[in-house]
């Protein structure tokens, strides 16, 4: 990938249980961070959202109830995930609608405050319309 970059960028997406962003929980997140020299970083995890995957959505993104039944819960990644996250600027489709709200929700309720406001947000469904 040639970027010009200052700073990092974390490109990351996620599946949850639903699209509420107050009642629903991250069942997948994914990130590729790419540094200013090139250098890139993939983290990947389930997660165990402590609530039922719904069926219907399920069937969207292929994520079952049994598949994150041994995975850790979003509160048990949050250190590992805000450190991964460190320093980044933040890209993604529909991040700015969805993924990036419901990704500060889960990290509120882990205790941890995650500060987007010194970061950029890029949202490639913006550049797109």
Do not use: C, W
């Not at 997406?13 to 629903?24: H, M, P």
């Not at 995975?71 to 991040?95: I, M, R, S, Y």
């Amino acid at each position: 990938m040639n970027l010009n970059l200052r700073t990092p960028i974390a490109f990351f997406d996620l599946e949850a249980t639903g699209t509420n962003i107050s009642t629903d929980r991250i069942v997948e997140i994914s990130i590729v961070k790419v540094h200013p020299n090139g250098k890139e970083e993939i983290l990947t995890h389930k997660v165990n959202p402590t609530i039922p995957i719904p069926a219907e959505v399920t069937l969207i993104h292929g994520i079952s109830d049994a598949d994150v039944k041994d995975a850790p819960t979003f509160k048990e990644l949050a250190q590992e995930l805000n450190q991964f996250f460190q320093g980044a600027d933040l890209a993604g489709f529909n991040v700015l609608k969805y993924d990036i709200p419901l990704l500060v929700e889960e990290f509120l309720r882990a205790g941890i405050d995650f500060d987007i406001e010194k970061r950029n947000l890029l949202d490639a469904q913006k550049i797109s319309t």
